[in-house]
């Protein structure tokens, strides 16, 4: 699957050209995590053509842009979930039950972290802080995070996605 090709749309290229004159043209790398968030979005993870596609694109070197791509866990570098649940397992969300947590989402999607779902509904993954230390357990859920979870409340929260 790292072979298909890759093309932004008609719209995601009007909006990079836009996005790209807010950049002089010597500081256009600054734009490479917004356009692989862009292509991610795009097309629901990063296959390896559409990181090549930003690098063309910025003018950088496609190895570099793929080793940025993969040292980043917001971007994914093979097919995901329609839902990816993601567990904070730093140490303050740790301390107030975020790994309990996080073995009772595996149990419950019956998944491993980093695993996928085989009808592509869920991929699971233990994270990184979320950026909601204070209110713990922290998780989320694509885009929309959820606070002072508890597996209780978080299990009818995974329940009503299905
Ligand atoms: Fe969990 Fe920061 S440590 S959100």
């Known amino acids: 699957y790292d072979k298909m090709k ?8 009007a909006r990079i050209a836009s996005m790209l004159t807010w950049y002089p043209a010597e500081e256009r790398r600054g734009a490479l995590l917004p356009l ?3 292509a991610q979005r795009q ?6 053509t559409a990181v090549v596609a930003v690098a063309e694109l910025l003018q950088i070197d496609p190895m570099k842009a793929y080793e940025t791509a993969k040292y980043y866990t917001m971007f994914y570098m093979k097919p995901r979930g329609k839902f990816v649940v993601s567990v904070c397992t730093s140490t ?6 975020g790994d309990e947590l996080l073995k ?6 019956r998944l491993q972290p980093g695993e996928t779902s085989k009808d592509m509904q ?16 922290v998780a989320s859920v694509n885009d929309d995070l959820y606070e002072d979870l508890t597996e209780v409340s978080f299990e009818s929260i995974l329940s009503d996605l299905k």
């Open 43 to 48: 097309h629901g993870w990063l296959p390896i």
């Open 122 to 137: 869920f991929t699971l993954k233990g994270d990184y802080c979320l950026g909601a230390c204070v209110n713990g357990p």
């Open 104 to 109: 009772a989402c595996s149990k419950m999607l």
């Open 36 to 38: 692989l968030d862009i």
């Open 6 to 13: 890759f093309e932004f749309t008609k719209e995601n290229q």
């Open 92 to 97: 303050p969300c740790y301390l107030h039950g």
